[in-house]
């Protein structure tokens, strides 16, 4: 089962910035914690990762709460083209063996003209 | 760059046929791969890795094998598919060492009738 929740939906304005909440309480310490996105019917795209800091790069910014408990992905400036299922996935990483992903339902994200 | 590719890009079996679904990565070396199933309104579910030619793990018991018979070649086998089969099936590979998201092939989407 997944360890993370995320809402099943959001809503966001073309242009204004799209803040995706994540709750994963059971994070444990060496965990981290992984963006995705899938536009339908087309394989996941990585977006971002990340353990304790904050992080940004070209596509996104990585919000991580002190206590590690949540997160929050921004896009900064959405676009139509950013309407895709996000999913917000923890795991380990052990840097070359078998770190297989467990996706959960994400949500939906509509950008909205 | 590296690339991804996946074939067929869609497929119709009759139940109790035999599958065969390809995935080869170009532009890196004794990648880890992954196959994963995403069923209809279901998130992906990790089915086999691979961390090496011959080196097969299973996560999920199932009618379904994966073989690597190369070191940038990943297999998913069925002697005879079920209806369950059905469903978006994803290749993705990951650089060992290199801490980055997994990057994922186009899939391949499977309708068993």
């Known amino acids: 089962d997944a360890k993370t929740t995320q809402p099943p939906s959001m809503d966001c304005a073309e242009g204004r910035a799209a803040n995706l909440p994540c709750n994963h309480s059971t994070i444990s310490g060496n965990e981290y914690v992984y963006w995705y996105r899938q536009i339908h019917s087309q394989g996941p795209q990585y977006i971002i990762h990340g353990l304790k800091n904050n992080e940004t790069n070209e596509m996104a910014s990585l919000i991580i709460t002190e206590d590690r408990k949540s997160s929050t992905l921004i896009l900064p400036h959405a676009t139509l083209r950013d309407t895709a299922v996000y999913y917000c996935?923890?795991?380990?990483?052990?840097?070359?063996?078998?770190?297989?992903?467990?996706f959960g339902k994400g949500t939906h994200l509509i950008i909205q003209p | 760059s590296q690339t991804i590719h996946q074939w067929p890009a869609t497929l119709v079996q009759p139940v109790g046929s035999p599958l065969s679904l390809e995935c080869t990565v170009e532009g890196t070396s004794n990648p880890n791969l992954y196959w994963y199933r995403q069923a209809a309104g279901r998130g992906l579910q990790l089915l086999f890795y691979?961390?090496?030619?011959?080196?097969i793990s299973s996560e999920v018991p199932q009618n379904l094998s994966a073989s690597r018979p190369q070191d940038r070649q990943f297999i998913l086998s069925s002697k005879k598919l079920l209806l369950s089969d059905s469903g978006f099936y994803l290749c993705?590979?990951?650089?060992?060492?290199?801490?980055?998201?997994?990057?994922f092939g186009p899939g391949t989407r499977l309708t068993v009738t």
């Open positions: 691979s961390v090496g030619i011959g080196q």
């Open positions: 993705a590979w990951i650089e060992p060492g290199r801490h980055h998201g997994q990057y």
């Open positions: 996935i923890v795991s380990f990483y052990s840097g070359g063996g078998a770190d297989g992903l467990t």
